[in-house]
T-cell receptor, first 111, second 117 residues
């Protein structure tokens, strides 16, 4: 089945700096890669997603890149702000269309 | 548009007691998911419904867990009897078919935090 690994587990950045989270997956048939942000006491919220026919997607300060050959994808947050502090999860669909999540990255943005 | 609604938000029970969680998906979303999220981990799928049919329940521990979505709208997840290891957050999500298998955007509810003493 699909195995998604996510790094780092924690990330501390200074406000205004960039943050990068990387994920790898194992199932070459995976074709959908969403990223979720989860704040304390809340459910995961989709922030951006990418499909396998696209290599990069950007939405304001957030961008995601996908390398299908290497089976890895990354989330980039530029000009980080304190409200970006949260746990971020990457995910990938397996051959059955089931979402497999990474273990999460705790991002802390310090003023 | 209202999001996914879950209740209760918190539940504390003693082991061996039953517990039930309720979920109302986003209006018009045919697909409903129940996930388990342990502390410090990502969500793990328990069961997926397409309308009222459970199409993937391979990860649902059927000896103690059950779920239903009788009219294809809201759903209930039950645990009977609860064990200490069941303490976790139970998340409900819903999605609307977008045309591609496994590419539907899933929208999550706030979850129910269960503590088993």
């Amino acid at each position: 089945g699909e195995n998604v690994e996510q790094h780092p587990s924690t990330l501390s950045v200074q406000e205004g700096d960039s943050a990068v989270i990387k994920c790898t997956y194992s199932d070459s048939a995976s074709n959908y890669f969403p990223w979720y942000k989860q704040e304390l006491g809340k459910g995961p919220q989709l922030i951006i997603d990418i499909r396998s026919n696209v290599g990069e997607k950007k939405d304001q300060r957030i961008a995601v890149t996908l390398n299908k050959t290497a089976k890895h994808f990354s989330l980039h947050i530029t000009e980080t702000q304190p409200e970006d502090s949260a746990v971020y999860f990457c995910a990938a669909t397996d051959s059955w269309g089931k979402l497999q999540f990474g273990a999460g990255t705790q991002v802390v943005v310090t003023p | 548009e209202a999001g996914v609604v879950q209740s209760p938000r918190y539940k504390i029970i003693e082991k061996k007691q039953p517990v039930a969680f309720w979920c109302n998906p986003i209006s018009g979303h045919n697909t409903l998911y129940w996930y388990l999220q342990n502390l410090g981990q990502g969500p793990e799928l328990l069961i997926r419904y397409e309308n009222e049919e459970a199409v993937d329940d391979s990860q649902l521990p059927k000896d103690r867990f059950s779920a239903e979505r009788l009219k294809g709208v809201d759903s209930t997840l039950k645990i009977q009897p609860a064990e200490l290891g069941d303490s976790a957050v139970y998340l409900c999500a819903s999605s609307h078919p977008s045309g591609g298998v496994g590419t539907d955007t899933q929208y999550f509810g706030p979850g129910t935090r269960l503590t088993v003493l």
